[in-house]
């Protein structure tokens, strides 16, 4: 079974840095996406970016564009978001989640597979 699993939250000030790691087993074709999102209390979820397995494109929406980055780790099967320039609205619970897709990165996706979560709190 597909199961996805977050690491690296944590605190951090303003300005500072923290990646994320979201590992990925049981997915057997290599056409699938990796989405990032994350729900800040009270608040809806919100899509952060899209990973495209297929050729490795990556898609942001706009407030993290420049901040946050997307990369995999192919013999670990891990996907990382690298966060820097955090802000206090950052904060939030981060999720990682996964789709089959055959296309280039985007963030029009439905995912089927989530994670548990792991809490990143930006605060001085």
């Known amino acids: 079974q597909v199961q996805l699993v977050e690491s690296g939250g944590g605190q951090v000030q303003p300005g500072g840095s923290l990646k994320l790691s979201c590992t990925v087993s049981?997915?057997?074709?290599?056409?699938?996406?990796i989405g990032w999102f994350r729900q800040a209390p009270g608040k809806e979820r919100e899509k952060i970016s899209c990973?495209?397995?297929?050729?490795?494109?990556?898609a942001y929406t706009d407030s993290v564009k420049g901040r946050f980055t997307v990369s995999k780790d192919n013999a670990k099967n891990t996907v990382f978001l690298q966060m820097t320039s955090l802000k206090p609205e950052d904060t939030a619970v981060y999720y990682c989640?996964?789709?089959?897709?055959?296309?280039?990165?985007?963030?029009?996706?439905?995912?089927?597979?989530w994670g548990q979560g792991t809490q990143v709190t930006v605060s001085s």
């Open positions: 989640a996964t789709t089959p897709w055959w296309g280039v990165a985007t963030l029009n996706l439905i995912y089927d597979r």
């Open positions: 049981g997915v057997t074709s290599d056409y699938y996406a």
């Open positions: 990973y495209s397995n297929r050729d490795g494109t990556t």
